[in-house]
């Protein structure tokens, strides 16, 4: 059974040590049941879920921008777009996912750099 990544543990945490009252109610790493049957990085916990909560700091407008500088990203899922860090000539697509990712953003971590627990970008905002 996969663990969690530190990565994504910390980029979790981060979010919230600096918006202690955002919700959380979108947030996850693991992949439920339902990403179980699917090819999924929450399968491995090498992906997060971050709540979009704008009233408490978490604005996902914002912080999908803001994660791109993370040198772990590998794709982010945000507001029906999606952005590969591999490809950045082609910046935000149209994604069409059956889920459109506005309630929260998605944001899978390079497999090979999962075991890395250093802050995210949003550690050094002020709150
Ligand atoms: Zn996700």
Redesign the pocket.
Known sequence: MAQPSAACKRALADATALCPNRSRVAD?IMGDTSHQNRK?D?NDGN???LTHDPDNGVDCHFFAKLVLLDFRVSYV?WNRKIYNAEMPDKGWRPYDGKNGHTH?M?VSVKAALRDIGSPWPWASLES
């Open positions: 996850g999924s929450h992906a997060f879920d899922i929260h998605h």
